[in-house]
């Protein structure tokens, strides 16, 4: 393919000639600094480490891409994702890595290492796909299998990408010889059930000084940023069946009760704040219509910028949950799966990233692509909106952003970095069939972008000490004296699933 | 009026004719063997005192459609029949009646003696119009004021009709020295509310030895059937009130509470008995829409065959109603207004009635009648359906009927008998503004034929005490053992308006 | 098991007692004057071929109840009955019918035959289980396999008997040399989808003169009476997926739209006359909460006594679905699986059934039945109903049930006699677990009995031409003039599964 | 009332303190440079004319006082403020005003003009109260006519201190013999109707120069910010009429109706965006419960931060309409009554206002007042919520508001300037019946503050000339090429009440 080629070349090009410039400045300085790189969008300068792991990435991009079209084939649901896993550490411990599968618990979730001793700097891959997306690679609704999983959050180009960063960190630690530990954690269930909270539960996370990560998105930034904090919970309402014409009278709908639950939540959201979101679908709507549904479920997800706020509207919900058993003579089990405060932003992290996220550059499309994805968005009733071909500026304040993610738990507990890469000239919305399309296209483009900013960053952190201990006393500083309630039950598992049955978890 | 002086002759020549042959009949025998009646429908044999009555009522006839013309002229809701009660108390007392008004504590109550001693034979009225139901005596929807009250039910006809009957009994009591009370018992609200049970209560029927009333129906018949039984309530749920803009979050939804009752309620159809009834409106559905509502009310009518049913039903009710106060925060208070039990058939009373009622035979409704009528039932999209010219025969078994009347308990209480007249050639069904037109027009004819037929039963009853010891007999078998729990608050007391004010009761 | 054996011993026993009664009576005659049975529940005599089929049957009821217990053990959905209907193939193929599968485009479809010319007497057979219903045979609910499917409508009885029926008929055929052919149809999806009616449609009932069936219930009888109408339909709403958090605003809720469609169906049930049902499920609930659903489904059966009524609530629902559509902007696509009219009773097939069910008697269950099936319904909060000992009397006029069955069509095209068996000694309430309990214990007592009234009514069906074409001028003169119109789209296709694959048809 | 005088003389001696400083300022050149006072609270300084108004202020606030207590006491909703109106226009017309009473059709609608010429300044008043707000002056829920109105929104605040500084104003245009015309705007319905706007269409504002008013609110501040755009309107649902038991189905629901249209509109809020608010009450909740209910209706109102993107929430609410109308085989009819664009800022006027506002100062609440506050707020499960003493600092941008009013098409018409004061020591919510009881207390305390600030903003403007042309320049500016449709039909007429009647508006 040599255009793909012809672009590899050029980006090596422009990190050489970076790399000239930047020999000799005093890194460590800089990152004690962090305040200096506040609103200019500087780039970080280049040094020789970096350019190495730079390299590295070029060259082996056409791999990572290709794993990551392997991945975009093979959708895998929530704490599914025995295929997805198996390739990541295969890739892994074919360059080096130990890796620890069916980490707390958890088939799919694996840790894998390289180099030795402290600091440790941990990065985390997602591969988890998403219901209903299914979709084939063109500019129009087409599933592959109707109804089936599909990459409508990319996060088929997280897994390869992070893991070749990983690999040329790993090779910087090996050629240097410096002290400290690389890891990889493969994370299920980012979409719903959080298998990160089973790993942190499991105490997994008790000796990673820095967290990495990083998530396809509307543009190329450092995500200096509070997401929502997010509980997500399953309702299940338990009636009586009956002959549905002979005998409804004997019946107790539990379908009733949850739609009158929803219909209770859906007034609520007059009395919701701005900030607020409820979102329901019926993951069990009741059988057969021959017989009253002596079962049925529902599945929630509350969203607040808060976490108290949604705590304290999850329990709302649970007195409307309870009002609607009461109304059809049903009972009802409320059940938390992940509760999740918003994200805690880490402003030391988030300097060092932007400097590194600058030094590499938004990915570049090319005009096939922008034409491409102006079709694919044809249709939405809306002008594509374009992305900014500049990483964006690193803001002075954290911002507020809408979405919410399983890594909130643990970046209260350890310091997270993560930074966003536009996948798509221009904006394509998450869990939207074109997400799924752009996800084995031009998002692919992200992928060496990702690798390049994870391996630089973190060799600029085991480089620099004091920046990760930088990080740590702003977690320590902003964390301090705040507590929050998990709504999830303590002890809790996680549910594990068999590879090749479908439905029901064994546990 | 020519045309109406012609039937009134037409009738007193058959009244004649029919008498000549009735003289010396045992009618006191035939009281006694109820069963002879069965099926066939013989008119019974008319006696000069039934005869004399007949002629009463047809040379009052005009009189009497021009009362009930005054009546429906100024409909009043129920509790608050004030110009219509008192127009029939001073009725009754210019012909000689002795009236107590403001009874069981109801300014619009009234109970009219005349006669003295035992038996005692009652006769009941109903005065109170509909809600919404003005309308010009023309075949189109016009109110007359909008949104105002009309009698869209016929009460106007009750009143003059049985206030007529009344009088020729009293002048049979007169002239012929029999011992015996006839009374008139003006019974406020029979639409919502029951004025009847607050008089049961206050012991006013305590020496009534039998009842006997008329309702305009579909056809004419003696009412040997059920009702169904029902209860009448009203939720009031308090939220707390917020601005609606400003500040939804801090309210506290009542109508919000009120709708989610609803749709519990809908929801709950599914699981009800065939022949159960629930309707609701919502009285208060919530100030301006700048405020979010502290205050909402519903208004519940419940009914079933039976009257355990329909206080289970209520039960289930009243949970839906606790189950949407708690799903919005709110609290609600019920408050049951009526419960009736179905009305008890009473066959010896049937009988005495259904063989008086052939005697007097069906309305005779003229050509212009029955073209006016096509007319008012245009545009209903349905064919009209003709109303039978004849008596309907007496069935074997009482009849099961979907309406019901705040007659239950009295029907458990004293002996009752029944009968309905046909108002119009076609069948115009109640609460409809096409009632409301009839009422004024072709359904005054139904008067005398009421009138007599309650005139002649009452006679033949008073002149054979066996009959009303068979009456009395039937409801202490049929009632045996028979207990049915009230859900009305023991106590209560009736609500009390004062004439010209408009919305809220006094008490 | 000496116990069944003893039974077994005891009923051959009954059998030919009765038989040598019986011997020599003008069984034609009797066909011919129906009327003559009513009202007194005698027993047909029994006749030497009779004797013999019963006597097969009491011979082969361990194996017809081994057969029973296979089924059950391996409940299968409606169109995915493939290892039932092999083993049912196999079992008549081993007998010598000669049978053809894959009938009607249905893989799971058969038609299995015997004999020769005419008359075609058919039997029909169902093998569907319910979703949902797995449960072990046990006094408690106990899934085998949480949310699988159950025989909790005794389909696992229908298949044994019928088969062992028609073998037991094709020896008589043999035997006597007789002309005629006996058939089995092989009947898929009974409980949704409605199989009969392509086998129909693809003209396989074209020849068959009469039909007869089983199928258990409340008590033990002649079904002459109408099923209600029924059509079952599934609502595709279609909206459009947004991030959920990110984007509601862009997002179409598909999932909205069932609701509000089930709410608009909920209030409308205050506006359906009495003997209509309406239920639903929600087949499609929505993804994951993470997206805003784009598509969603729900699941429905209309039935009333009538099929024209039926059509006039599945007109109004379908308003209410595009209702639907409209608030939430969403596209609805309605499709009717089936739509089936009352089914019509055949009063001389009921005659010629009710005699010979009664020759044969209902199910006479032990002590050891009765104490299980009371712990079975213990918890039901209701006190066990328990089922009459004897055949219950053929009614004097059709009765009106409130099942509804895929029998509607065929048995306007076909005369056709069904009767009833009851499975247990107290009444049980179809679809639920406790009938799946039933269904593999006490239940297999009705498999003889079926058996034998199906053989001895087919023997005396073909040695009785008379009483079939009694049968057909019975259905031409009920159904002359009576036309309806199908909700089902022409030409349609029934759906096709795979085998062991899971959710959703390859059609 | 000694406590009240000693208030008045501290504020006087005030007052003239900071008046012997200002002497000698350059004013002109102060309003004409508007960014001077940004973000510094600096006070205007006080000139001999603002001073005399003061005085005047001073000297008449316990009449001011007294009025507003009278108009608290005659509570009148929107478009009846009938005695309200009176009672301005009898001061008005005692202090030489001319007035115009039945404005633009409406009979409590009036103009009152003193001076002549231009420029004209003008200032608005409102005098409507809210339903269901009654309330005695005292800390506890105690309404003086249970669901009758009260001044939850202090309006009754407004007309006396509106005109006070009108007459005020009067004296120093007749004293000085300047040019120019001070007019008050008494405008009805300001709650729900918007009085305003067909004052606006029938050209009264056309001469008008500049617009100033003022509302109690959260704190005292010049409202230079942007409110909501809102629009209202209310939906008739036609049903048809059935006896509820005995024919159910022949009626069509119109109350269901409204039911399905708010459950639409609830699931609806998903899709809303954040800063859109709609609620609704149900204005007519369909008669007595004995009847389907043929007539019902909601009200609505719909507010967003931009016009446009309330028209398109209001088009989507047609379409639910118009789906629920569809459900329910019922007609729907929408009738927009007020459509307001967001209230349109004025920079230029807002500057002056801010210089007026500052030397007036916030309210001095004392210690009782502060106290009975908290007793007030007692119970509403928050903590009470003190108001800043100062007046608050005009924003460098404008803000965006909550709330709406009836100012919107004005703003867009005329040059508007506005501010608030705060009634109380704490915050109290418009809309609750605290509101009530603060407005006939301690939030009598706004109203010489009120006065006295238009009065000197009114004289500066006078004085000012240039001042008056920044702010239509600004207007002209600002509301360039900016076009929005209403959605009022053209032509509209206002609803007209006759006095002492209730319910329904004559027209």
Redesign the interface.
Known sequence: MPTVLARSIRRIGIGLAVMSISVGLPLVADALRPEAAIGNASAAPIDADKAAAFDWVDRNAETMKALATDLWGTPELSFREFRSSRTLIRYLESNGFTVTTGAAGMPTAFVASAGSGKPVVALWTEEDA???MSQRPAPAREPIV??GPGHACWHNLIGPSTAAAAVAVAQFLKRTGAPGTIRVYGTPAE??GGGKDFMLDAGLFRDVDVLLGWHPSTNTRTEFEYS?A?A?MHFRFKGV?????????????A??AV??M???V??????????V???????????????????AE????V?ANKHDEAADVVQ?IS??A????????TQVDMRVDNDQPEVLPNRPLAVVLDRNLHLVGAPAFRDEDRAFARRLLEGSGRDPQPVSTDVVALPREPAQ????TDLGNVSWTVATGRFAVAPSPYVI?????QAAVNAATAGLEAIPIAAKTLAATAIELFKTPGAIDAAKEDLAAVSHGHTYKLLTPPGRKPPVYREGA???PLR
């Not at 979101?277 to 079962?295: L, M």
């Not at 309870?322 to 003579?329: F, L, P």
């Not at 952003?401 to 919410?404: C, F, G, H, L, V």
């Open positions: 998403l219901a209903g109707a109804g979409e719903t929502k997010m997500e069946a009956s002959h549905a014409s002979v005998a409804p009278d004997k019946g107790r709908s379908l009733h739609e009158l929803d219909a209770g859906n007034a609520l959201r007059e009395q919701l704040k701005e900030d979101r409820v979102q329901y679908v019926i993951s069990n709507g009741g059988g057969e219509p021959n017989v009253i549904p002596a079962d529902s599945w929630y997800i969203r709302w007195e409307i309870k009002g609607a058993a009461m109304m059809t003579r952003e809408a979405y919410s919305a998450p869990h939207t069939w479908s439905a029901q």
